[in-house]
């Protein structure tokens, strides 16, 4: 079982930047397709970031340009731990939402809908103050 653990999250003012992270539980995801999401109050989840299973990272057109998606995997002690990040810049408020992460086994294509993720965050919210 695969477990994400997100963190990073904060209120900053329109303008500013923040860093997100989420850990993966075990090795296994090395092989999957992870993503960001994010769902505001009364709004539909919504695909922020794709990272395919060869580590190509896709952002969202509404985040082109201010959110940039990666991906690292650190060996430690004989474990291998894979970390997503998502660094957002030029943060405005439209951004305020709960942010997750999300891995989908393979066979997978590294798509926006989350339908398709099998594990999935708790969530860290970000707050973007005008």
């Known amino acids: 079982q695969v477990q994400l653990t997100e963190s990073g999250g904060g209120s900053v003012q329109a303008g500013g930047s923040l860093r997100l992270s989420c850990s993966a539980s075990?090795?296994?995801?090395?092989?999957?397709?992870m993503a960001w999401f994010r769902q505001a109050p009364g709004k539909e989840r919504e695909g922020v970031a794709v990272?395919?299973?060869?580590?190509?990272?896709?952002?969202?057109?509404?985040?082109k340009g201010r959110f940039t998606a990666s991906k690292r995997l650190t060996i430690s002690s004989g474990n291998a731990t894979n970390t997503l990040y998502l660094q957002m810049t030029s943060l405005n408020p439209e951004d305020t939402a709960m942010y997750y992460c999300?891995?989908?086994?393979?066979?997978?294509?590294?798509?926006?809908?989350?339908?398709?993720?099998?594990?999935w965050g708790q969530g860290t919210q970000v707050t973007v103050s005008s």
């Open positions: 990272i395919g299973r060869d580590g190509t990272a896709t952002v969202a057109d509404s985040v």
């Open positions: 999300a891995a989908e086994a393979p066979p997978c294509d590294g798509s926006f809908e989350p339908n398709q993720y099998n594990y």
């Open positions: 075990e090795y296994g995801p090395s092989n999957y397709c």
